[in-house]
């Protein structure tokens, strides 16, 4: 709701947060299966660029975070990367 509201009043900066996104979105490189490469270290490096913006947009542009109750579960080394309830993008989860 807020991202239409948002461009319903067109606000520019919250359309560049998009197209930035959108353009590292579309820079992201797979592999020789048609999966996502995050082996490589160009791979690596241009997921970590898209997940930070994705980060980034999510905060400007209001977007409620997911209920994360679930990670109480998880074991320790999970603990470690996710102690609370924020948003946490990694490239090496993606990998496992």
Do not use: W
């Not at 359309?15 to 996502?36: P, V, Y």
């Not at 970590?48 to 109480?72: N, S």
């Amino acid at each position: 709701r807020r991202v239409r509201s948002a461009l319903s009043r067109g606000a520019s900066s919250d359309l560049k947060q998009i197209d930035e996104l959108a353009l590292s979105h579309h820079g992201l490189r797979m592999n020789r299966r048609g999966d996502l490469d995050t082996e490589s270290d160009a791979g690596k490096a241009c997921c970590a660029k898209f997940l930070g913006l994705l980060a980034v947009a999510a905060a400007k542009l209001g977007a409620e975070g997911a209920d994360r109750y679930y990670r109480k579960g998880f074991t320790m080394n999970y603990l470690t990367l996710f102690p609370d309830s924020a948003r946490r993008y990694r490239v090496d989860i993606l990998e496992s």
